[in-house]
């Protein structure tokens, strides 16, 4: 199988260039597995702008990072648990939060609802089962809502995907197991 590996600058075009420049700016540096989608102009600006659209919906960025962590766990993305780990971390999640999260029981009622859903959508290829569907309406959560949360479910998927065909090297601190 052919070894991908991160590429550096001067192996994209220009305007991932342009982007890498961005989010060395946002972020401090480029994380490997933006600069691996890098490869694609197209597939990275498509990428960060699903992502940033969807950080001005209704979810707070500790409730995103909870779905990022619940999908990451059911798809066993060992990149992405580790950069959301400290992201939610940052977000005021404590470590033995993050783990309650991965598992896909939280005691935060609302928080459970949004973590049970993520979680069902991602084991099932979309097709949540309906006690967790349900839920979520109850806790007060309406369609608007189904639709982000889909979309914030599809763009963890796509980059535990991107980790999964290339494993590149992870560039954070690796996240506690479970077992």
Same mark, same amino acid.
Not at 4 to 23: C, G, K, M, N, Y
Not at 30 to 39: C, E, H
Not at 83 to 112: C, M, P, Q, Y
């Given at each position: ?6 590429? *550096? %600058?001067?192996?994209?075009?220009? #305007?991932? =260039? ?6 060395? &700016? ?5 994380? /490997? +597995? ?6 694609? *102009?197209? !597939? $990275? &600006?498509?990428? +960060?702008?699903?992502e940033a659209g969807l950080n001005g919906g209704q979810f707070s960025a500790k409730e995103r990072e909870a779905i990022a962590l619940v999908v990451s766990e059911v798809n066993q993305c060992a990149y992405? $648990? !580790?950069?959301?780990? =400290? ?6 999640? *404590? ?6 999260? =991965?598992?896909?029981?939280? @005691?935060?009622? &609302? ?6 859903? !993520?979680? @069902?959508?991602? #084991?099932? &290829?979309?097709? %949540?089962?309906?006690? @967790?569907?349900? /839920?979520?309406? #109850?806790?007060?959560?309406?369609? %608007?809502? $189904?639709? #982000? $949360? ?9 980059? /535990?995907?991107?980790? !999964?065909?290339? %494993? ?12």
């Open positions: 199988m052919k070894t991908i590996t991160v590429p *550096s %600058a001067d192996q994209v075009s220009d #305007e991932s =260039r342009v982007l890498f420049d961005q989010l060395k &700016k946002r972020l401090g540096k480029v994380p /490997n +597995l933006y600069a691996t989608m890098g490869y694609s *102009s197209h !597939a $990275l &600006k498509g990428f +960060l702008d699903f992405c $648990l !580790a950069s959301h780990t =400290r992201l939610a971390i940052l977000r005021g999640f *404590s470590n033995a939060e993050t783990l309650d999260v =991965r598992r896909g029981h939280v @005691s935060d009622v &609302k928080l459970n609802a949004i973590v049970q859903l !993520a979680k @069902s959508i991602a #084991e099932n &290829k979309g097709h %949540a089962d309906e006690r @967790s569907l349900n /839920n979520f309406y #109850e806790q007060g959560y309406t369609e %608007a809502a $189904l639709m #982000e $949360l889909t979309g914030l479910v599809a763009v963890r998927v796509y980059t /535990n995907y991107v980790y !999964a065909l290339t %494993a590149i090297p992870v560039d954070f601190p690796a996240a506690e197991s479970l077992q």
